[in-house]
Nanobody, 125 residues
């Protein structure tokens, strides 16, 4: 089992950047495929980015492709989401999640087994 704790959220102006961190404990993040999601008020949880267990493959939602980057520091057992060129519509609670290894990268929230508590990101116009 793995426990996940997100940090790095906050208030940023449109066009700015933030880097979210997801610290894993219990088991190493490299034992799992990892993903980032977000949920805005009144909306469903939305897939953003995912990384395979090996770290060799990544996948992004079209809405964030070219702006967001998922990465992992195995020594720190931490996964990151670098977010650039932020827009007001990026405002949401951001979650990291871990899934037991699968043959392909999964984008459905239901495919993930463990979740962090979320961190708020607010982008002002």
């Amino acid at each position: 089992q793995v426990q996940l704790v997100e940090s790095g959220g906050g208030l940023v102006q449109a066009g700015g950047s933030l880097r979210l961190s997801c610290a894993a404990s219990g088991r190493t993040a490299s034992s799992y495929g990892m993903g980032w999601f977000r949920q805005a008020p009144g909306k469903e949880r939305e897939f953003l980015a995912a990384m395979s267990r090996s770290g060799s493959s990544t996948y992004y939602a079209d809405s964030v492709k070219g702006r967001f980057t998922i990465s992992r520091d195995s020594a720190k057992n931490t996964v990151y989401l670098q977010m650039n060129s932020l827009k007001p519509e990026d405002t949401a609670v951001y979650y990291c999640a871990a899934r037991r290894p699968t043959a392909v990268i999964m984008t459905s929230p239901g495919s993930y087994n463990y979740w962090g508590q979320g961190t708020q990101v607010t982008v002002s116009s």
